[in-house]
């Protein structure tokens, strides 16, 4: 193949590649320059997506893996079959600002943060020993690809949990450690059936040294157990086939080192084993998995027969879908009795389905070859790629004849001199360049869940709080569909100022929605103290504010490192001298800063904030919102400035995008902008009055250094 340059009258210089079956392809310079332009892009959507660039501190560890990205999580209940999560139990842990503690509690990040990469955790075992619950678990190794065992270790009955290291690494594969006691010795049997058998270790130093201390059986068991009964030790554990593992098997012996002696029933049909039986009032249980969890009630178990039925576990499902920890699958569980009588339960959750890293490369590869296909039929039609083919092959290939008329039709259908022709070929590119963008975003920009931020590895749950009334309830709907769907919502409560309240079942929401109804029609309702909402973190959000579930959880992560502050997405500056007029945030960018964040739709401590709202010293601040019906936000700011003492009051988190859907439905309360701003400014300069200025209280922009304040 060779490049020679070829001289064109129509349009004008071109290059010609020249193959050996006879023919030759004749390239534009512009179709050349859209390739190296696309080719430019391709490079920059890489790099914009890449872990490096998107906050990751980490350069090995939390990677997306074709396995999952499974998280583990903690219950309560006061029996097996009445499991809550950790959130439902309120338990605060002010290390992390976690009030409450929320699912999952043990991450990829746990571990990778403490210095071991890892890209999931799975498969957890609990072990008490010494007033201490040890969790054994499976950690993927990005590195090796293969499962470790690692441990964790809490000392409050499973809030939280402190990674201790890795307790066993092999050169396979490993996982399902289960752990047991035997004549005062403790032992793990983890699956290792890559291997081809059934190990028994010992811990020598526990938790994290283990000796081998006997292969007990040649077979390569998956997700084994062993528990005793009846005088008896029993080994649970199925047979991988080809295609799936289906078939269980179960061995006894009269010791745990065997020798083990196959039941007569095997192999017998039923689901894979789901995590540690358990014995509840008299009965023996079995953990059994195939999306979801799933137990089972062993009625016979003897040397000649076995009966097993399945009972309901009574765990809710998750509904928020990949938004949840867990809202895809679910294959593990431990329970374990705690000395007060309650039970904990340990479970793993993946919020994506298996193989969906390569499903994404495939549709998104995909569609950039569709992309990539229009854009070269654009050039064809325009003559930019021109294909030409010799006497030999038009005179063998019958279908040429077919093909040039085709192509004819096309070009005089489809005139790019013509208006109609521009607008078709206008459409094409635009049509071809989204597909591309969504392409790329199928490769590199994840799952497509919008996932909670950590803070010291504890994730948490907040309240969203909004104030409307009767001729609202077009937006109330869409507010409480979309926003119940986001991670750590955990409830909605909607102060309800006036009007017929909506039935509850026309909402469409995934997390519980109370009404409060209130006597009077005030703006000060959205701050009455509330003793009913569990959270310590309240969203003040206006129901006319759609915004991604994304910037919610950025939000709450700042406020959580700031817990004092208001956190907001609507930033404004307060200048002087007087007369203080109320501006809009394009003031605040033009000098660079901002001393206010509307309540509109920021989070605060509704202790702390509702509280000192309804303090007698802010008691002339209330009587001036009820009097101009406005300026509620406006007065919460002058409260926290108020009672910082020469420090910040507020933070600014930046929204991907926002809309306001009053504009839509009409009924917006600040519909006259210049009317609105003019008693906003009267505000300013009263409440300057009673409880000091903010002109003094500049924050810039970009100060956090996060890429969140921009």
């Not at 020993?129 to 690809?145: H, Q």
């Amino acid at each position: 193949m060779g490049w020679s340059p070829m001289s064109d009258k129509t349009h004008g210089s071109r290059w010609r590649v020249h193959e050996n079956g006879g023919g030759a392809c004749t390239l534009h310079p512009l179709f050349v320059s859209f390739l190296l332009c696309v080719s430019f892009g391709v490079f920059y959507m890489f790099y914009l997506f890449s872990g490096s660039n998107l906050g990751y501190e980490n350069s090995v560890g939390c990677e997306d893996d074709n396995e999952g990205s499974w998280g583990i999580g903690v219950f309560y209940g006061d029996s097996p079959f009445s499991l809550k999560p950790i959130e439902d139990m309120n338990i605060l842990d002010n290390r992390s600002a976690a009030w409450p503690v929320a699912n999952p509690v043990l991450t990829c990040a746990s571990v990778t943060g403490s210095g071991i990469p890892s890209n999931f955790v799975l498969d957890p075992f609990l072990y008490a020993k010494d007033d201490m619950l040890y969790m054994f678990f499976v950690s993927k190794n990005p590195i090796t690809r293969q499962g470790d065992i690692g441990v964790a270790r809490s000392m409050d009955d499973g809030a939280t949990w402190e990674h201790l290291g890795v307790a066993l690494d092999k050169d396979w594969h490993l996982s399902h450690p289960y752990v047991f006691d035997y004549n005062g010795q403790i032992y793990m049997m983890p699956d290792g059936s890559r291997n081809g058998n059934l190990r028994l270790y010992r811990a020598t130093e526990f938790p994290l040294k283990w000796k081998l201390e006997k292969i007990i059986l040649d077979r390569p068991l998956v997700d084994a157990f062993i528990i005793q009964h009846e005088e008896k030790y029993w080994i649970f554990g199925f047979i991988q086939s080809r295609i799936t593992c289906q078939h269980l098997e179960i061995w006894y012996s009269n010791s745990p080192f065997g020798p083990w002696t196959a039941h007569r029933k095997n192999p017998i049909s039923g689901p894979l084993n789901g995590g540690r039986p358990f014995l509840y009032n008299g009965n023996l249980y079995r953990l059994a998995h195939d999306e979801r969890v799933r137990v089972f009630k062993i009625e016979v178990l003897s040397v000649n027969n076995y009966k097993e039925v399945e009972v309901d576990l009574g765990m809710k499902n998750p509904t928020k879908g990949k938004n949840a920890w867990n809202g895809a699958r679910s294959h593990h569980l431990n329970v374990q009795r705690l000395r007060t009588g309650k039970w904990l339960a340990v479970a793993d959750g993946d919020r994506t389905l298996y193989g969906d890293v390569t499903r994404r490369r495939i549709v998104g590869c995909g569609l950039i070859v569709t992309a990539g296909s229009i854009i070269y039929i654009i050039c064809w039609l325009l003559g930019f790629v021109k294909c030409l083919v010799t006497h030999n092959l038009k005179r063998k290939n019958g279908v040429y004849l077919v093909w040039e008329r085709l192509k004819l039709r096309l070009r005089l259908n489809i005139n790019p001199n013509t208006y109609t022709g521009k607008f078709i070929f206008a459409l094409l590119v635009m049509i071809s360049v989204m597909i591309m963008c969504v392409g790329f975003w199928y490769i590199y920009g994840g799952n497509g869940a919008d996932k909670p931020y950590s803070v010291n590895s504890r994730f948490s749950q907040f309240t969203l709080l909004a104030m409307t009334y009767d001729a609202r309830i077009w937006n109330l709907k869409m507010y409480v569909k979309h926003y119940s769907r986001c991670a750590s919502v955990r409830e909605i409560v909607v102060v309800w100022n006036k009007g017929k309240l909506p039935d509850l079942n026309d909402l469409d929401s995934t997390v519980p929605v109370r009404f409060r109804v209130e006597e009077q029609n005030s703006l000060n309702n959205r701050f009455r103290p509330d003793p009913l909402i569990k959270t310590k973190a309240v969203l003040e959000l206006d129901d006319d504010i759609m915004m991604n579930c994304d910037d919610l959880e950025r939000g709450f992560k700042i406020w959580r490192e700031n817990p004092q502050r208001l956190v907001g997405f609507y930033p404004r500056l307060v200048t002087g001298p007087p007369p203080l007029m109320y501006r809009p945030e394009k003031h605040a960018r033009k000098h660079n800063g901002y001393n206010m964040v509307l309540t509109g739709a920021a989070f605060v401590d509704h202790d702390v904030a509702f509280e000192r709202y309804w303090g007698k010293e802010a008691e002339p601040g209330r009587n001036m919102v009820d009097e101009v019906f406005n300026c509620e936000d406006v007065l919460m700011n002058f409260l926290y400035a108020n009672a910082t003492v020469g420090g910040v009051s507020v933070e600014y988190v930046k929204p991907a995008w926002a809309i306001d859907t009053s504009k839509f439905s009409g009924v917006a309360i600040s519909g006259n902008t210049q009317a609105h701003y003019r008693v906003r400014s009267q505000c300013l300069e009263k409440f300057s009055r009673l409880y000091g200025g903010l002109t003094d209280r500049k924050v810039e922009f970009r100060r956090r250094k996060d890429g969140w304040d921009l």
